[in-house]
């Protein structure tokens, strides 16, 4: 299976990064804004759903890092910062408006990131391995 690699530019390609993001597990200790650089960086375990299920092994992950660039501030609801072991569960990500997106993780929990303009991209980082 080759190394996913996406470019979101526009709400569209924002909906396909969403997708292959959906399910990530993603450590609080792993998530990082680098406010001199303006961006903000998850490594994420990221369940490949792109894998074909046909094959002898259906299920696999690989790590993965998603970067937003042109970040200008960082809000978080209910993210345990204070537990940086604590491991999260990405829903979605979703554009609110030309100056926002929100990371959304189960338990009510999300991220939003203040942006100069939409500019995403997701790359798988390692060999992906077979997970139940």
Request: net charge negative.
């Amino acid at each position: 299976m080759p190394p996913l690699k996406l470019t979101a530019l526009d709400a569209d390609d924002l909906a396909v990064v969403s997708a292959a993001v959906q399910d990530s597990l993603v450590a609080v200790r792993d998530c990082a804004y680098f406010k001199d650089e303006r961006r903000f960086v998850l490594l994420l375990n990221r369940f490949c759903w792109e894998a074909d299920a046909t094959v002898d092994v259906a299920y696999w992950r690989t790590h993965s890092a998603l970067v937003f660039n042109e970040v200008t501030a960082v809000r978080h609801h209910d993210v345990p910062l204070g537990e940086p072991d604590r491991v999260l569960e990405l829903l979605s990500v979703v554009r609110e408006n030309d100056r926002s997106v929100t990371l959304r993780f189960a338990a009510g929990r999300a991220i939003r990131l203040e942006i100069g303009r939409l500019a995403c991209h997701l790359g798988d980082v390692g060999e992906p391995w077979a997970t139940p």
